[in-house]
């Protein structure tokens, strides 16, 4: 196991990093290959804004 410095990376070992790039990969190409239709962007930013007022509120 490569241990990796907190400067260079945010992962503490080279495999870590893998297993994170990896599952991240994976993610990526399942949403590219779903043919469900996406968000549209105005809605996404709405729901967002709903989210940020929700917490500045608090």
Do not use: C, N
Not at 21 to 44: C, S
């Amino acid at each position: 196991m490569t241990k990796l410095s907190p400067i260079v990376s945010e992962f503490a070992s080279t495999e870590e990093e893998e297993a994170y790039d990896a599952w991240f990969r994976a993610k990526v190409e399942a949403r590219l290959a779903d043919k469900a239709p996406g968000i549209p962007h105005e809605e996404v930013m709405a729901r967002m804004q709903a989210i940020l007022d929700r917490h500045a509120q608090d």
